[in-house]
């Protein structure tokens, strides 16, 4: 197989596990516990990508099926990876990009900000670089062109993760140690 066909399926690989993951994080309440505090943030910047209850990304190792499979093949150079890290990470960009008819592939930040909508349904649009996953799966919501496009406010809806910009100066600490403790602590059990 030439190494640049099995570089792309490779990355598809990845992306559909991490897509699977995030399902998973989604519809399992121990999981979506911990994933509720990426969820509460209520202003969206590339940062959000890594701003994570440190137990999800154990959920994430599944993605390293595919990677491992990839990294034994010489043809599988580090940039790809970077690229693919760095295309994950720009939807939670705050910026109401939509890629144009590329946005019916790729993950936009337009497509992105929907999943991440502080009212409605979150198991929608749970793609990482590509939306192919949600189309297949009947859970793709495509933003509105134009003036159809609306701001959408992101966060949790009632607050049930304490979130930092409801606290000032010294606060600020003990809001993340009760994130961090927020899982492991409520008495929650509802997944969104």
């Not at 596990?17 to 509460?40: M, Y």
């Not at 793609?127 to 134009?146: E, H, K, N, Q, Y």
Request: charged share 15%.
């Amino acid at each position: 197989m030439p190494g640049w066909c099995f570089l792309g399926l490779a990355v598809l690989g990845i992306d559909a596990v991490d897509w699977l993951t995030h399902l998973g994080n989604h519809r399992i309440t121990a999981l979506w516990r911990l994933h509720a505090v990426h969820h509460s943030q209520e202003e969206l910047s590339i940062l959000t990508t890594f701003r994570a209850h440190p137990l999800v990304h154990v959920s994430f190792l599944f993605s390293a099926i595919p990677i491992l499979a990839v990294e034994s093949n010489t043809a599988a150079p580090a940039a790809v990876f970077t690229v693919y890290a760095c295309l994950g990470a720009l939807p939670h960009a705050n910026v109401r990009w939509t890629y144009g008819r590329a946005g019916r592939i790729l993950v936009s930040p337009a497509y992105h900000r929907i999943h991440h909508s502080a009212t409605g349904r979150l198991d929608i649009n749970l793609g990482t670089v590509f939306s192919i996953w949600d189309a297949l799966s009947r859970r793709a919501v495509f933003p509105g062109r134009g003036a159809d496009r609306t701001v959408i406010e992101t966060g949790l809806a009632g607050r049930p993760v304490p979130v930092e910009q409801s606290t000032r100066g010294l606060r600020l600490g003990r809001t993340m140690v009760s994130q961090l403790a927020e899982p492991f602590t409520s008495t929650r059990t509802e997944t969104p």
